[in-house]
């Protein structure tokens, strides 16, 4: 048997749940039992992949830690995975709960560099150029969205479906092309935006895949895009599901490239008579839902078929742990490959729904832009198609109406789309499920996605 994963995938011993204390949720977090010597940029790179870090107090002496992040729905977003993913700085585990303090008061005098660092880190998430003592940090816009990887000490086999697990966690992967050069395994992966390329090689760099080998090194590629021709297990371009496998047939037919799964188990407590819509609407945000199966004896769970394992990865790697309708919503790959349809005449009690021929799916055509706008769940929503002569007061009512509080609304300079802030990410969750496709008569459909911007 392999031995487990410790780069950020839970497996054996490393997903045990942690103890955490019951403090109510902060935006502000506690992080105990660091190594000794850990620097300020491996704490900062805990947080990144789950939104913006705005302070971090050092405690050397203790070695302990709290970080800041930019909202309190963040923080809880990166408690819930490390309840599952036991977080690790330099091959120690750690552990995170949530600090009695509201905000972090710092003195800046005596935090100076971790305030530089902070300030570096900042400018790299916001793409300017830092302005923080070179000689503090390294840390220059990213150069390009493509990581080099190279694998050292590999003494069990990396996997091209690993890599994209491990990376997948700081943003969508949409290339990766695997090759030997030296005697070394390397790789070259394409993140949809710098930043998470930047935010992956902070975290991970020096990082051991399995326990006590497969270390990354990670470096910026000089190419900005990658040409990937086939899909097969040396190369993979997510965006292109067409692609041939280099063997005369085409990769569609090919299932062995599905990965491992291709359906997720969800668990909701919700009435499974308006279920399956709603999870249609939730998970196509990451991929195209082709059958959803409530499940008999357990109606508070579901089985949901993707149209392949990258789809059900991203929907794992982004829903796990999101509330919704105020309970907590547990997402993990299934051990089944598909939903199965019920037998001709068999009466499921309309449990299972195809929507293999739907019109919402969003991933249908080859190399569609909407491979590159794959995020996580925010508080700010996208919409598009928005029917001429609809006004913001309007937008502003029918999202109300879905039961949350709208904070902010602007409209690009087109007014066929715009951004909308609820006052959670809980609420901005609802609002998608049940708004995405709205009729707004005159063959307009409004289309709903989370933003990676905020109003």
Known sequence: NPPSFKAGIPNGSDSKKQRLDESPPSRVLHIRKLPNEVSETEVIALGLPFGKVTNILMLKGKNQAFLELGTEEAAITMVNYYTAVTPQVRNTPVFIQYSNHKELKTDSALNQRAQAVLQAVSAVQDGSSPSSDPGVLDLAPPPSPVLRIIIDNMFYPVTLDVLQQIFSKFGTVMKIITFTKNNQFQALLQFSDPVNAQQAKLSLDGQNIYNSCCTLRIDFSKLVNLNVKYNNDKSRDYTRPDLPTGDGESASKDHSLLGKYTSVCIHLHLIHSYLRLDIHNILGVYGDVQRVKILYNKKDSALIQLSDGNQAQLAMSHLNGQKVFGKVMRVTLSKHQTVALPREGLDDQLLTKDFSGSPLHRFKKPGSKNFQNIFPPSAT???????????????????????????????????????????????????????????????????????????
């Open 381 to 455: 929503l996208h919409l598009s198609n928005i029917r001429d002569g609809v006004g913001e007061d309007d937008l502003r009512l029918l999202f109300s109406n879905s039961g949350g509080t709208v904070k902010a609304f602007k409209f690009f300079q087109d007014r066929k789309m715009s951004l909308i802030q609820m006052s959670s990410v809980e609420e901005a969750i609802q609002a998608l499920m049940d708004l995405h496709n709205y009729d707004m008569g005159g063959n307009h459909h409004l289309k709903v996605s989370f933003s990676k911007s905020t109003i």
